[in-house]
């Protein structure tokens, strides 16, 4: 099965996008399903009818469906949560709303997002389109899976060893509630299929994510810093969608001026992504909803190209060795970082990569785990970390 997930800024017209590539796709012959992830779901008012959180059909070939993020975060961990549940409601004297503690930032959308765990499990369709949150809570999905591995390898078996020592004690000491095994195992589960999903994501040759943006600047910086940030994930960006670009005619009198700066960011917009497939998308002159007003974007979008196709396999890592000294590097597509927002640390078999304000842990390679960090450099949009034979990390990053 393909998933093609659709991401950018808030406003952008992504449902639009998604929509109109699904029932391009949908009418080339192909079982299609489009999903929305996001909470404020607009894909039935693209298509004009009810939809709620099982597959409804729009036409032979094109099935869609609203996930409802609660209901997906209590199916992946209700009785987790009814314990941390229990303790709130037990020592904060009903002053504290229980429903309203226990919603971490993200993670609802994340537990959204298992559901294409599920359907890529079941194997129904050829095609699954997602239409996803505004770009920061779509970067929960690239964050959540690794820093709960983390948690669950090392601090979760601790957790359960005191637990089955002394939890009979502290219960009775303290009426902290026991957590029972079924606790860890529901928590365990999470995590795994977090992984699987994760895998999945990241396989090129099934997933696809694609951009979605606007020529305004401010909306091409975003999707450009969006962009560096999946890279740094590993996830793979095969097309990018600009959509709402002004006809020419449209620019004349008042409007000039908007259009040499229009010019300005297409042609930014064609230099940004290096290797990527770029479709644009005049700015209609109706509301893009309903069927047919979707096959029309749709063929101006994409012309004769099959949008279910892979436009760029491209890996964000890759290993070099140099056989003069002996140095492997990792190297790290990093397009349109800046370099004083990057550090990186090895830290047991992991390597911490930060960028700006995001950080990506990453279990090294077998060949690079026994080797001492030997410091970085980063050009042309690529970070080289090198890593020799034991020795000492550089002071400077030369």
Not at 137 to 150: D, I, K
Not at 179 to 200: G, H, T, W, Y
Not at 360 to 372: K, N, S, T, V
């Amino acid at each position: 099965m393909r998933i093609l997930i659709y991401t950018g800024k808030g406003g952008v017209g992504k449902t639009s996008i998604a929509a109109a590539t699904a029932v391009r796709i949908a009418r080339s012959g192909k079982k299609v399903l489009v999903m929305s992830t996001d909470q404020a779901h607009s894909l039935g008012d693209s298509l004009c009818m009810e939809l709620d959180t099982e597959a409804r059909e729009v036409f032979p070939g094109l099935e869609a469906m609203e996930i409802d993020p609660t209901r997906e975060s209590r199916r992946a961990w209700g009785t987790l949560q009814d314990y941390l549940r229990q303790l709130i409601d037990q020592k904060a004297n009903g002053g504290i709303e229980a429903d309203e503690v226990l919603l971490f930032p993200g993670l609802e959308e994340l537990c959204s997002l298992i559901r294409i765990l599920d359907l890529y499990e079941e194997g129904k369709y050829d095609v699954l389109i997602v239409d996803c949150a505004p770009t920061g809570e779509t970067l929960s999905l690239l964050r959540y899976p690794e820093r709960l591995s983390v948690l669950a390898d090392r601090l979760l078996p601790m957790v359960r060893g005191v637990t089955s020592v002394f939890g009979g004690l502290i219960s009775r000491r303290t009426t902290v509630p026991k957590p029972r095994d079924l606790v860890f195992a529901e928590f365990d589960s999470l995590v795994k299929r977090l992984n699987a999903l994760q895998k999945i994501l990241r396989d090129r040759s099934v997933t696809s994510m694609r951009i979605v943006t606007t020529p305004e600047r401010i909306v091409l910086e975003e999707a450009r810093r969006s962009f560096t940030w999946i890279c740094e994930y590993d996830f793979g960006v095969d097309a990018v969608c600009i959509n709402k670009i002004y006809p020419e005619e449209a620019m004349k009198g008042y409007f000039e001026g908007w259009q040499q700066m229009q010019r300005q960011s297409l042609k930014i917009a064609e230099e940004s992504f290096p290797g990527r497939k770029k479709f644009f998308l005049r700015l209609q002159d109706e509301e893009i909803r309903g069927i047919p007003s979707l096959e029309r974007a749709a063929e101006e979008l994409y012309g004769k190209e099959d949008p279910g196709q892979i436009f760029c396999r491209r890996e964000a890592f890759r290993l070099t060795y140099d056989e003069h000294t002996g140095i492997r590097s990792l190297v790290v597509s990093l397009p349109w970082a800046d370099e004083r927002d990057i550090r990186v640390e090895k830290e047991g078999d992991d390597m911490l990569l930060y960028v700006r304000n995001e950080v990506r842990r990453l279990r090294l390679p077998d060949l690079l785990c026994r080797r001492e960090l030997d410091g970085w450099t980063f050009a042309g949009g690529e970070l080289s970390i090198r890593f020799g034979y034991g020795y000492q990390m550089k002071k400077d990053n030369k």
